[in-house]
């Protein structure tokens, strides 16, 4: 008897502590919530509004794009270069799986110069892919952050 009492007591102890021992939230992903553009003199910018800052950015001219999960190509009507941005350790769905970006994965973008095409290429595991169409391949173009609000900026210029 003694015995299922020491073991009882244990567990209470056990219980006790991981009933009030705070847990450790897991850290959500920052979310994707708007595309906007707009033409700047010389380039044309793309705005990624975002609820914090991916952990890095890989970035890479290709001459086609496809859905990172299912593989089946996207079109990119006018655009004969595209630049892929890819963020890692970002997502434009929250923890649930519900979209936190509810705009268009593909448009076309007629009020820029040097940017015709905007599109989502991927949205898996933390992985958030864009593509931007451009028609001249002497383009220049550079990607970075900003926060305050967090953002990713993507300019395309002549």
């Known amino acids: ?73 996207i079109s990119m009507p006018g655009s004969t270069e595209i630049l892929h941005v890819v963020l890692i350790g970002a997502a434009a769905h929250d923890d649930n799986g519900n979209p936190t970006y509810t705009g268009s994965r593909n448009f076309a973008t007629p009020g820029l110069t040097n940017v015709n095409r905007v599109a989502l290429t991927c949205d898996f595991e933390a992985t958030l892919g864009i593509a931007v169409g451009y028609g ?18 993507i300019d395309v210029g002549l």
């Open 1 to 73: 008897m003694m015995k299922y009492r020491r073991l009882a007591a244990v567990l209470v102890a056990v219980l006790t502590v991981f009933t009030f021992m705070p847990m450790a939230s897991a850290q959500s992903t920052p979310t994707l919530s708007n595309i906007r553009t707009g033409q700047h003199a010389g380039f044309s910018r793309v705005v990624l509004d975002m609820s914090g800052l991916p952990t890095e950015h890989r970035v890479r001219e290709v001459t086609s794009v496809a859905d990172c999960g299912s593989g089946n190509p």
């Open 136 to 153: 001249n391949p002497n383009s220049w173009h550079r990607v970075f952050t900003l926060t305050n609000p967090n953002r990713v900026v």
